[in-house]
């Protein structure tokens, strides 16, 4: 069974740093692109990075780019986000995501429980 | 950055009720257009991937269409466990970008 468990969420001043992380089973990780995906507080959906599988192709939304880096390690099973320079608007669950391409169209078929993030003084 | 438009944003239906929600792109997709249902308190669940192909354990009422700009997620005959919010997702470019969500609540 495929499982993605986040870690590492919580209450955070602005300015601070948090580093995420995602634990993974059931499937073989190191085969796998990786994203994160955020969700603020009674909003919809927010692509945050991705990750190819060896690591050596990242991307970030605009909004999250020069603050927060992805990793990965595949030797343990998982993904991490580094967030650096936290503000409140990146308050939000974040969502580790696997990505999927299928007829060309890339998606992301196993999802996370989330993790909280506040930013908050 | 390719912008996604869902409407309705939200909708009131019936048990029994045939549903549907549109998602148009700023920019041809071709067909890489994908679909979401999450419920509240859940993670988002995959239903529906280039535009009209049933992910693998979804009922067959979810159904998808659509080429190009404009999208369709239909919701043949609406049971209880279908009320949920719905998104939209562009897989042709990257970022990656979601429409702003259908929540579908009960009438």
């Known amino acids: 069974e495929v499982q993605l468990v986040e870690s590492g969420g919580g209450l955070v001043q602005p300015g601070r740093s948090l580093r995420l992380s995602c634990a993974a089973s059931?499937?073989?990780?190191?085969?796998?692109?990786m994203n994160w995906v955020r969700q603020a507080p009674g909003k919809g959906l927010e692509w945050v990075s991705y990750?190819?599988?060896?690591?050596?192709?990242?991307y970030y939304a605009d909004s999250v780019k020069g603050r927060f880096t992805i990793s990965r390690d595949n030797t343990k099973n998982s993904l991490y986000l580094q967030m650096d320079s936290l503000r409140a608007e990146d308050t939000a669950i974040y969502y580790c995501?696997?990505?999927?391409?299928?007829?060309?169209?890339?998606?992301?078929?196993?999802w996370g429980q989330g993790t909280m993030v506040t930013v908050s003084s | 950055d390719i912008q996604m438009t869902q409407s309705p944003s939200s909708l009131s239906a019936s048990v029994g009720d045939r549903v549907t929600i549109t998602c148009r792109a700023s920019?041809?997709?071709?067909?890489?257009l994908n679909w979401y249902q999450q419920k509240p308190g859940k993670a988002p669940k995959l239903l529906i991937y280039?535009?009209?192909s049933l992910q693998s354990g979804v009922p067959s009422r979810f159904s998808g269409s659509g080429s190009g700009t404009d999208f369709t997620l239909t919701i043949g005959s609406l049971l209880p466990e279908d009320f949920a919010t719905y998104y939209c997702?562009?897989?042709?470019?990257?970022?990656?970008?979601f429409g702003q969500g259908t929540k579908v609540e009960i009438k």
């Open positions: 280039a535009a009209s």
């Open positions: 059931g499937f073989t990780f190191n085969s796998c692109e």
């Open positions: 995501a696997r990505e999927i391409t299928v007829a060309g169209s890339d998606g992301f078929d196993f």
């Open positions: 997702q562009q897989g042709y470019s990257t970022p990656r970008t």
């Open positions: 990750i190819s599988s060896t690591g050596s192709t990242v």
């Open positions: 920019q041809s997709l071709g067909s890489y």
